[in-house]
Antibody, heavy 118, light 106 residues
Framework: EVQLVESGGGLVQPGGSLRLSCVAS????????MTWVRQGPGKGLEWVAN????????NYVDSVKGRFTISRDNAKNSLFLQVNSLRDEDTAIYYC???????????WGQGTMVTVSS | QSALTQPRSVSGSPGQSVAISCIGT?????????VSWYQQHPGKAPKLIIY???KRPSGVPDRFSGSKSGNTASLTISGLRADDEADYYC??????FGSGTKVTVL
């Protein structure tokens, strides 16, 4: 079964950090771009960052540039998102997704919740 | 990045058809045939139901169809069913999503 499973979310104070993880199974992870998407409470979807097959190309939405870092470990079928200098507006469910091209996201994980609050 | 514009809500009775619009610009929706649609039930992750404007992934019923004209894409749900009640988001090239539309089955 093709599956993505996220972990690493939690409650963190403003200015804090977390490392989100996503483990892929059921497909050849190293053959796909991967994308993180987030959804604030009661809000719509927001594209956050993506990474190419070998990790040499990374793209970010302007609001997280310099604070978030996307990475991957193909040997461990894993995708990561290091989130630093967290702000209230970063509170959201973070989804790991498989990108089959031009932001067509065909597989989604169940999401991991990040809550930024003092 | 500005979100693509969708109606906040649409509704219909079982068996009817509803259409959801997704308005962008020539830099996103209008410029590429890479429009996708996602269905999200409450408390669940989004699910891809349309890609490349009008293609359906395996397992998605043909009651769901997509189209595009100029800078506007559309999702049509025919033969509306109770379990179609959900939020629907469009997505375009370069990581833009629509604002989301709640579909209510009366």
């Amino acid at each position: 079964e093709v599956q993505l499973v996220e972990s690493g979310g939690g409650l963190v104070q403003p200015g804090g950090s977390l490392r989100l993880s996503c483990v892929a199974s059921g497909f050849t992870f190293s053959s796909y771009w991967m994308t993180w998407v987030r959804q604030g409470p009661g809000k719509g979807l927001e594209w956050v960052a993506n990474i190419n097959l070998d990790g040499s190309e990374k793209n970010y939405v302007d609001s997280v540039k310099g604070r978030f870092t996307i990475s991957r470990d193909n040997a461990k079928n894993s995708l990561f998102l290091q989130v630093n200098s967290l702000r209230d507006e970063d509170t959201a469910i973070y989804y790991c997704t498989r990108d089959v091209g031009y932001t067509t996201l065909d597989i989604w994980g169940q999401g991991t919740m990040v809550t930024v609050s003092s | 990045q500005s979100a693509l514009t969708q109606p906040r809500s649409v509704s219909g009775s079982p068996g009817q058809s509803v259409a959801i619009s997704c308005i962008g610009t020539s830099s996103d929706v209008g410029g590429y045939d890479y429009v996708s649609w996602y269905q999200q039930h409450p408390g669940k992750a989004p699910k891809l139901i349309i890609y490349e404007v009008n293609k359906r992934p395996s397992g998605v019923p043909d009651r769901f169809s997509g189209s595009k004209s100029g800078n506007t894409a559309s999702l049509t749900i025919s033969g509306l069913r109770a379990d179609d009640e959900a939020d629907y988001y469009c997505g375009s090239y370069a990581g833009k999503f629509g604002s989301g539309t709640k579909v209510t089955v009366l």
